[in-house]
């Protein structure tokens, strides 16, 4: 298995795109903890994150979030490993990984965000009755090697039949934000995009979406709230705060509109119009993306772990309590 230093690009140094998020309800924030978390990536999949944030949850709850994205599991899990974040929102792969590697304070999931594939495939032609048959001898754009996302792809492929590497081909060395880009300027037959990049494609006239990865398997801890152990045993209070905001935003979203959510997310994305984020969030929301238990389940778990075995990435299994610590959400 390729070593964790490499599988997770430590040699390179962390670039983050980070914003300072003032509460709304917060007028002065002397009293509050700041709290740093690096999100993989920015997109409406994480709603009820930026819900929480908008509306003031973490305000109510004593903190203060300054968030960054990595983009890509790799940077993130760069700035826990390094100190430069408290909290990382990633997939549950990324720990795994660190794990592995005999890493003493190594990163702990506390609760889940995310439960099911967050991409979707998009062709450049309308395929209304599309069939994973249409990718074979086809080349799709896929995610970094050893990440969830594209792990899954192979997962999935491998369920209908396609060798990936040997009936589809599947490229693997572009950047995330590059992906939608490369696709667009002619690279690939098929590109495998979160939201907003999907749909921006699609209003482009670029391509067209054919079929949501989460369709094809059970719930599993695809994105987690991580810290290390050490900054978990040493803040308990503050875990435990960040899980009651975090669980506020999860109600909240399952409560409201994909129009309302839209509306109070849409600073997070102001290149992206109110119509548009209504579509993405309902897009989400209909395929059961958010859980409404933010506990990570035995189950999810191991299926993960299958699907990393399947993809070769993971040679030794990790038991559920050594990574997983749901104490805070009950």
Request: glycine share 8%; proline share 4%; aromatic share 10%.
């Amino acid at each position: 298995m390729m070593s964790i230093w490499k599988k997770l690009g430590l040699t390179a140094a962390v670039v983050a795109t980070f914003v300072l998020i003032g509460c709304n309800t917060q007028s002065d924030n002397n009293y509050l903890t700041t709290v740093r978390v690096n999100e993989v990536v920015r997109s409406v999949f994480y709603a009820p994150q930026y819900v929480a944030i908008e509306l003031g949850f973490f305000a109510d709850e004593g903190l203060e979030i300054i968030l960054e994205t990595g983009q890509g599991a790799d940077r993130s899990m760069v700035a826990l490993i390094s100190g430069d974040a408290d909290i990382g929102l990633m997939g549950t792969e990324a720990a795994i990984y660190v794990f592995n590697e005999g890493r003493q304070d190594h990163a702990m999931a506390f609760a889940q965000l995310t439960q099911r594939a967050g991409n979707f495939l998009v062709a450049r032609e309308p395929m209304p009755n599309f069939t994973w048959e249409n990718v074979r001898g086809k080349t799709i754009i896929g995610g970094r090697p050893g990440g969830m996302p594209q792990m899954v792809l192979e997962y999935v492929l491998d369920l209908h039949g396609i060798v990936p590497g040997v009936d589809v081909e599947i490229i693997t060395n572009l950047a995330f934000t590059s992906t939608a880009g490369a696709f667009v300027g002619g690279i690939g037959d098929f590109t495998a995009e979160f939201d907003p990049a999907a749909l921006e494609i699609e209003l482009g006239g670029h391509g067209h979406v054919v079929t949501g990865l989460a369709n094809y398997t059970n719930p599993l801890p695809y994105t987690v709230y991580m810290a290390n152990k050490s900054f978990i045993e040493a803040n308990p209070e503050i875990v435990q705060s960040f899980v009651n905001a975090v669980r506020r935003g999860q109600e909240w979203v399952a409560s409201h509109s994909p129009e309302d959510i839209a509306r109070v997310i849409a600073p997070f994305f102001p290149h992206s119009n109110l119509e548009d984020l209504t579509f993405i969030v309902n897009r989400y929301k209909s395929q059961d993306t958010w859980p409404q238990n933010l506990a990570v389940s035995y189950d999810g778990f191991n299926l993960l772990q299958d699907i990393m075995y399947h993809g070769s990435e993971l040679q030794q299994r990790v038991h559920f309590d050594e990574l997983v610590n749901n104490s805070f959400i009950n």
